[in-house]
C-alpha cells in the first residue's frame, strides 16, 4: 500500500483548493481535479487492497461524552463489512471515497454498526454526534488518519492480520474488569494528590486536582478500552507528567500509565451493582422523608401530565436476564445498570417501566461510598414519553451522592443495606436484595 502517495496527493489537492483564488487559476483546475480523483483512487485500492479487516477507532459527539469505540471494517467492491464492541454480528452496506471539501471516506447507505450513533430516534433526537462521513488527513506508518466532518473528532483506521472477533471478545472482558470499579487517589508530578473518578460505561475518567485551599479543578479525559487497559482519546499533561492511557495489572488490582510514571490501585465498590440488582421501597420507614418527598412531587406532575404514576418501587443495579428476555437491553450494550423505575399509566391502566442507565462506583479515597453517575434515558422504556417530568426524580437521586454504604442483618438473618448521602445527612434510604 503506498501511503506516502496517498498523503501527497491529498494534500496536493487541499494546496490547489486553498490557492485558486482568482480568474487566472482556473487553467489549473483540469490538473487539480486529475489529483484529486488520483488520491480517491489510490485511497480506495488501499482500502480493498488490504485482504483483512481495518479497526476504525471511532469517538461520536463533539464533546466525546460517550468515549471510544472499536469497530472493524473491511472494504470489497464498493461495500463496506462492520462490526463493533457493540455488536459481533456483521452488516453490509455501501461507502465511497469522494471529494466533499477534500477527498472523504462516506459510509453511504445505513449501517447498525456504522450509524449507531447517527440514528435519531425518539430519546436522541438529535442522534448522539455520530459521523459517517470522514476526512481523509493523513497517515501514520500503516494507518490512516481521519476526521469527522461534522463534528471533528480525530479517529484512524489501522489495517489488521488477526480475527477482528477474538480482538472483539478481549475488549468486552477488559470493559466488563472496569465496571464498579474505582481508583486510589494518586500523587502525580507537581500537582500533589489527584483523585481519579472513574466513569466505566460512560468512558471517560475525570482528574480532579487540588487548588488554593479547598477548591479543585476538573479536567475529564474520554478513553476506548484496549486489550490491555484503556488509552484516552490524547494525551494529557498533569503536573508535569503525560499521560495516554493506562495498562491493567495481569492481577487486576491496578493501573500504570502507558508512559510507566503513574501506578494506582483499584478498588471496588462496596455493593455489587455491575452484577445484581437491589430494590428501594419508597415508603416511611424505608426511605427519609426528605427522599420521599421528591418522589411524592414527581408523582404529582407526572399524575398532572399524563395520568400517570411511578410504583414506591425502585430498582438500582444490573438489568437481569429476565429484564433481557423481556426488552430491557442497554442503549449500547445489551447488558448495562440501570435505575428502573415501574410505572402505572393510570388512562388505560397499562403497566410499563421507566430505566434510566447509570454507573455505581466506589469512591476511591473511601471505597465504603457509592458514587451515581448517571448516563441517559433508556431508549427501550419509552423514558421520553415522561423525561421532562421523571428527570427530576433522578436528578435528586444523583446530586446526593456519593452515599455511604452500611451492611445490615434483619432479624432472620437476612443482609440489606443502608444508603446515606454524605452530602445531605436527611437523604437516606435502604436497599434489599432484588428477588
Known amino acids: 500500500m503506498n501511503y506516502k502517495k496517498i498523503l501527497a ?10 490557492s485558486c483564488t482568482s480568474s487566472s487559476d482556473l487553467d489549473k483546475l483540469p ?33 466525546r461524552a460517550y468515549g471510544g469505540y472499536s469497530m472493524y471494517v473491511q472494504f470489497k467492491d464498493g461495500r463496506v463489512t462492520a462490526l463493533s464492541e457493540l455488536s459481533t454480528t456483521s452488516t453490509s452496506s455501501t461507502y465511497a471515497v469522494r471529494n466533499i471539501d477534500m477527498p472523504t471516506l462516506a ?22 454526534g455520530g459521523d459517517f462521513e470522514l476526512l481523509l488527513t493523513g497517515t501514520r506508518g500503516d494507518s490512516i488518519l481521519l476526521q469527522g466532518r461534522k463534528y471533528r473528532n480525530l479517529m484512524s483506521l489501522v489495517p489488521m492480520t488477526t480475527d477482528p472477533k477474538a480482538e472483539i471478545a ?24 489527584v483523585e481519579l473518578r472513574l466513569h466505566p460505561t460512560y468512558r471517560q475518567l475525570e ?37 495516554s492511557g493506562f495498562r491493567l495489572s495481569s492481577d487486576g488490582t491496578s493501573v500504570t500509565s502507558l508512559e510507566g510514571d503513574v501506578t494506582t490501585s483499584l478498588v471496588s465498590a462496596p455493593l455489587e451493582l455491575a452484577t445484581k440488582s ?41 438489568n437481569t436476564e429476565a429484564d433481557q428476555q423481556q426488552g430491557l437491553v442497554g442503549n449500547d450494550t445489551q447488558v448495562t445498570s440501570f435505575i428502573t423505575m415501574p410505572i402505572f399509566e393510570q ?44 428527570d427530576y426524580w433522578i436528578s435528586r437521586l444523583r446530586s446526593r451522592a456519593p452515599y455511604k454504604v452500611e451492611t445490615l442483618t434483619d432479624t432472620e438473618g437476612a443482609t440489606y443495606y443502608k444508603l446515606s448521602s454524605v452530602k445531605d445527612e436527611k437523604t437516606w434510604f435502604y436497599l434489599y436484595a432484588a428477588q
Open 9 to 18: 496527493l491529498t494534500a496536493g489537492s487541499l494546496l490547489w483548493m486553498s
Open 31 to 63: 490538473e487539480a481535479a486529475v489529483r484529486t480523483q488520483q488520491a480517491i483512487s489510490e485511497t480506495v485500492a488501499s482500502l480493498e487492497g488490504h485482504n483483512g479487516y481495518w479497526r476504525l477507532t471511532y469517538y461520536p459527539d463533539s464533546k
Open 107 to 128: 459510509f453511504d447507505t445505513r449501517s447498525n454498526i456504522l450509524h449507531h450513533f447517527s440514528t435519531s430516534t425518539e430519546y436522541f433526537r438529535n442522534a448522539r
Open 170 to 193: 478481549a475488549l468486552q472482558a477488559m470493559a466488563q474488569k472496569f465496571q464498579g470499579k474505582g481508583l486510589v487517589p494518586v500523587t502525580i508530578g507537581t500537582a500533589g494528590k
Open 207 to 243: 482528574f480532579v486536582l487540588p487548588g488554593e485551599g479547598t477548591s479543585t479543578s476538573r479536567q475529564q479525559m474520554a478513553f476506548a478500552y484496549t486489550t490491555e487497559g484503556l488509552r484516552f482519546y490524547e494525551p494529557i499533561t498533569i503536573g508535569g507528567v503525560t499521560i
Open 278 to 318: 437491589y430494590v428501594l421501597y419508597l415508603t416511611t420507614g424505608y426511605a427519609s422523608p426528605t427522599l420521599i418527598s421528591y418522589f411524592t412531587q414527581v408523582n404529582a406532575a407526572l399524575y398532572r401530565s399524563r395520568q400517570a404514576r411511578m410504583s414506591t418501587r425502585c430498582y438500582l443495579g444490573v
Open 347 to 390: 388512562s388505560d391502566g397499562s403497566y410499563t417501566r421507566l430505566s434510566y442507565e447509570a454507573d455505581f462506583v466506589p469512591v476511591g479515597s473511601d471505597p465504603t461510598q457509592l458514587d451515581i453517575l448517571t448516563r441517559d434515558g433508556n431508549e427501550t422504556t419509552f423514558w421520553y414519553w415522561y423525561a421532562g417530568t421523571a
